[in-house]
């Protein structure tokens, strides 16, 4: 008989502790989790809570990168592509459309037994040249259509979720219903959204159909007005049975940020449950850029910062789970979008960039570990 592997004996003792935990009542556990190498995985913290954990990834990551990729595999039961199921890369012509990147990763995800989330059916980025060129009133709904039947088609029975539409929101364009004034909504007004969600429902049944959004974690102006354009969208949505499941929440945060109010963010996602919907956080990351260089107060910056917002969303059981927006510093688009002014690299993910365990990887942890457990098991 094998001998137990010391990691192993650490999941048991973590998962009889924890479960010891959630069933009994009492004070939790101490939430500090050292961040070592035997400390057990993310996804199976998560996975306990009846919650999932993952992270993005990209091509690089998938084929250039196998110590990341090992790690992600470690960490993660669930990933979703940075890039290769929107529309610039699997729809590359109006005649032709290029899967050799999503199925690369669906094979490599399959063979993982890792799940996989969709993003993004509809957005108005990342687009190939030919539509903005070609999309009108006359045409929209057909392109629109043929577009999810054959993509949501293809890997219909094996996604986990789809971004069905991706940042639908900007109050400051001033449409109707703070809509952002895309490229749909010129050539087919809101009902883009309902031709989106109904086309996924028939090309994938199974997915749970998602509207993905930013900038809805902080009490400032401009997220208030957000949040509450996007409630009154899902109201809509809702009362008109558009077959909407979940809503994603991309929680890219920026730890220089004051205005975190726990009360304000646990109102929004009960408001959300309330319709009867599901909430995902897909795009987790917390900027450091405004912050001083000195990188053991950033990473205590960072992970007290994701902590409590993670805190404030978690104790909800509508919330299915958390994915970051890449596992580790070794790759984030933070560093294209807001580069630090001295010139360092940003360090907002859970694993630096020799792939060792950060504060912000406790900060996770410890979240996870405080999250009730939910009744059934998470969707990965
Ligand atoms: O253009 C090349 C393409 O020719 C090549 O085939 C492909 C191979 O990977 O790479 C492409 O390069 C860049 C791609 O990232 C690589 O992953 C694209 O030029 C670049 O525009 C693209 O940027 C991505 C961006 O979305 C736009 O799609 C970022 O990596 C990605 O982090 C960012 O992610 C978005 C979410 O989708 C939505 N929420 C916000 C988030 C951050 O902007």
Not at 269 to 296: C, H
């Amino acid at each position: 008989m094998r001998p137990i592997s010391r990691r192993s004996l650490l999941a048991a003792t973590f998962l009889a502790a924890a479960a010891t935990t959630s069933c009994a009542a009492g004070p939790l556990p101490p939430p500090l989790v050292e961040p070592g190498p035997g400390a057990v995985a993310l996804n199976t913290r998560a996975r306990h809570k009846g919650l999932f954990y993952g992270c993005a990834l990209n091509d690089d990551t998938l084929t250039k990168d196998p110590a990341t990729l090992a790690r992600i595999e470690a960490e993660c039961g669930i990933v979703v592509a940075e890039w290769s199921f929107k529309w610039a890369a699997i729809h590359p012509k109006i005649d032709k459309y290029d899967f050799t990147s999503a199925d690369a990763l669906m094979a490599w995800a399959g063979k993982q037994k890792i799940q996989v989330r969709g993003h993004a059916l509809v957005w108005h980025e990342a687009l190939p040249d030919w539509l903005p060129e070609t999309l009108n009133a006359g045409n929209g709904e057909k392109l629109l259509t043929d577009h999810i039947h054959t993509v949501a088609g293809r890997y219909a029975k094996r996604l986990a979720h789809w971004d069905v539409v991706n940042e639908a929101i900007n109050v400051e364009d001033k449409q109707p219903g703070g809509l952002r004034n895309t490229i749909w909504l010129r050539a087919l007004g809101p009902a883009y959204l309902d031709i989106a969600f109904h086309a996924t429902a028939v090309a994938d049944p199974q997915a749970l159909r998602v509207l993905n959004e930013y900038g809805t974690d902080y009490a400032i102006d401009w997220q208030e007005r957000k949040r509450g354009a996007l409630l009154d969208l899902l109201s809509n949505l809702t009362h008109r049975r558009v077959p909407i499941q979940a809503v994603g929440l991309q929680a890219h945060l920026d730890a220089a940020e004051t205005a975190l109010d726990q009360k304000i963010l646990a109102r929004f996602i009960a408001d959300i449950a309330s319709m009867g919907l599901k909430v995902l956080i897909t795009e987790f990351d917390v900027r450091d850029d405004r912050l001083p260089a000195d990188i053991a107060s950033r990473d205590t910056a960072v992970a007290d910062h994701g902590r409590a917002w993670l805190d404030a969303v978690l104790p909800n059981p509508a919330v299915l789970g958390v994915l970051s927006w890449g596992i580790s510093d070794r790759h984030s688009w933070l560093n294209d979008k807001y580069p630090r002014a001295d010139g360092l690299a940003q360090r907002p993910l859970p694993l630096d960039e020799d792939l060792n365990r950060k504060k912000l990887w406790s900060g996770i942890a410890a979240s996870l570990d405080a999250a009730p457990a939910r009744g059934t098991p998470s969707r990965t």
